[in-house]
């Protein structure tokens, strides 16, 4: 059994913030800043891949709610909700969890994107290739 299993089943300790029937919200053992977040499935899902769409629905309900909470709770107005799916996106635990992260101004976290610059040939390739219909 994967470690958020038995976090998700008690048989682990963990900060825990909140439960319902499909989710807990603890603290992260490892805390990137201060009231790091991980919203994690009770029910076992690899990754979002395989996170059935009325569970997403489900979750994005309750990230946004947390956020709120996080936000006034800890006074910030700003932070990231992040998701790695997969060893090259930064995944290390096996088991969908999403990731909220109050952001402060003296806080050291960095997350860089790219400057893939594409041309308009390119920028229509790709979205004909990625439309959802």
Known sequence: MCVFCKIAQGEIPSYKIYE???FIAILDIAQATPGHTLIITKKHYD???????AEA???GRLAARLACHIG???????MNLLNNAGPLAG???NHFHLH????????AMVIRFGHNELTKAEFEALRA?????
Do not use: C, S
Not at 47 to 53: K, N, R
Not at 72 to 78: K, Q
Not at 129 to 133: C, H, S
């Open 47 to 53: 990754d979002v891949f395989a996170l059935p769409e």
């Open 72 to 78: 006034e709770a800890l006074g910030v107005r700003n």
């Open 57 to 59: 629905g489900k979750l």
């Open 129 to 133: 290739k990625m439309e959802l219909k």
């Open 100 to 107: 909220l992260i109050p952001r402060y101004e003296t806080d």
């Open 91 to 93: 995944q290390m635990v």
């Open 20 to 22: 319902d029937e499909n």
